[in-house]
């Protein structure tokens, strides 16, 4: 994996996420937090989960400032979209000066259950994305069952609105 193709996984993973959250956040609270039975039980619930993998593989590969509390624990005022802004643009900023040796370098970390792990960065950059777009498809088919059409949200069509090649 190269740099480049970081930065536009990076990219596309912050575009997807923001396109869905765009739609979510037009429907009314009481649609928005339903408990649907799916993943996080409601839309907003799985996007804060989504927001929360984003931000926690960021304070432990690429800035530790972006640690902050656990979702429900937020001061007033906050947004999940303030918040994803933060993190996304950590991200971004990571990703484009990467190069190849920050991709080989090992993250090491404990785990949710306290284990110490190390995985190079091309990895947890991968599993960012990966996690993001399995959980945006949960959204996704929550707001079909809601009636609501969902925003494409596939790679392909990242890859033709920024035209990268």
Known sequence: ???????????????????LLEVVMALPEEERLR?????????????????????IW????????????SFGEFTPGYTLATEWERVEKAWADWAASATDADLARVVTHKDIRGASRGEPMW????HVVN?????????????RQLGVAPPQC????????????
């Open 123 to 126: 990895q947890v950059v991968l």
């Open 154 to 165: 596939d790679l392909i069509y990242y890859y033709r609105e920024h035209k990268v090649e």
């Open 131 to 143: 996690h993001a777009t399995q959980h945006r498809g949960q959204v996704a088919a929550m707001l």
């Open 35 to 55: 408990d649907v039975g799916v993943s996080h039980k409601s839309l907003m619930g799985t996007l804060e989960h989504i927001c929360f993998g984003d931000r």
């Open 1 to 19: 994996m190269s740099p480049y193709q970081v930065r536009h996984h990076v990219a596309y993973s912050a575009w997807a996420s923001r396109r």
């Open 58 to 69: 960021c304070a432990r590969a690429v800035d530790p400032a972006v640690a902050g509390p």
